[in-house]
């Protein structure tokens, strides 16, 4: 049996830092540590002074990057996460474009350690290549658990009553942390077309956290409800009362709760920007947009088309299917236990 040690270095963070959403990482990252122990897989979270084959370091925090360059000097395998991209760093923590050179510089030398550079998507392996990242890569999915993220009609009626919203509104959701790279504004400029729309209510599910910019500093609430943050536990709930899912992020390497929610049947309408291009098909998984205009005249024409809503649900489940977490644990066994046996990419 091969064993795997996942570091995410997240919990002992968590004392300093007051964080209630501990991001896509956090969330992913133990569900499919469940399903790699599922089909075979030893996994030991968090504890990489324990006995395993392979190091797999989902962050370059500082306690990560020693591990990481440990294991590199002592010739043990070691897998690095591309779950953050340095240009991420902008339009989300404060300071950070002046930051970026900096974070760019130490990603690369971090991401450099790894035998492997697993990327979520096709575009993650030419970003960090783009940055001075030699690899190998490979894209491995972050998967989702569709029988987590399955619609539950009752637990979507009580986040609706939770909010006063009653059965006959239109729910327009979008779920992130509310920082200015996540597009609140075009929610927001987006929202402000449908203010003859009482029947239309727009609703964001996040806030923002510690170190992080928020969006609501420069730019007005307008037409929008912000719910602020919703336990994880609770989330399939809110994914369960939408009626349309709103994704007008500028810059991801995956995007988890897109798949969430496209999981629960989710009619998207999401930005059209290169991270999607390779694999979320506009007119078959979505809508895509480009302007805050663009977002307004597709939302309007998905809200006036029931067919175009099922056809969109429909494609939407497909998405996630092609995503489901089980084809994600088997890519990594297979990976682990090709590196504990001495094999390379190269």
Known sequence: ???????????????????QNPGGMGTNVPLVAKELERIGVKVLMNRPKGEYDVLHVHSPLPDSFLWALRRRRAGRPLVVHGRHLPELVKGGFIG?????????SYS????????????ATPYVAKALARDGVRGPFKVVPNGINRELFARDEAAGARFRRRLGLSPSNTLVLSVGLRIPRKGVDTFVNMSNGFRD?????????????????????????????????????????????????VFPTRAESYGNVMLEAASCGCP????????????????????KARSDEEFAQKLDAILGDASLRARL???????????????????LKELYEMLASGGSLT
Request: net charge negative; with cysteine.
């Open 197 to 245: 729309r009482p029947d239309v209510k727009f609703i964001w599910v996040g806030a923002s956290e510690v170190l992080l910019q928020d969006a609501l500093d420069s730019a007005p609430k307008g037409n929008v409800f912000f719910a602020g943050h919703v336990p994880f536990d609770d989330i399939v709930g809110v994914y369960s009362a939408a009626d349309v899912f």
């Open 96 to 104: 950070g474009s002046v930051w970026y050179p900096l974070v760019r």
């Open 1 to 19: 049996m091969v064993s795997v040690c996942m570091l995410t270095e997240l919990e002992r963070y968590r004392k300093v830092l007051p964080f």
């Open 108 to 119: 690369v030398k971090f991401y450099n350690l790894g035998d492997v550079v697993v990327g």
């Open 313 to 331: 649900s429909e494609g939407a489940r497909a998405l996630a299917a092609e995503h489901d977490m089980k084809k994600t644990a088997v890519m």
């Open 268 to 287: 998207l309408l999401i930005r059209d920007i290169p991270v999607y291009e390779e694999w979320v098909q506009d007119g078959k998984h979505c809508l």
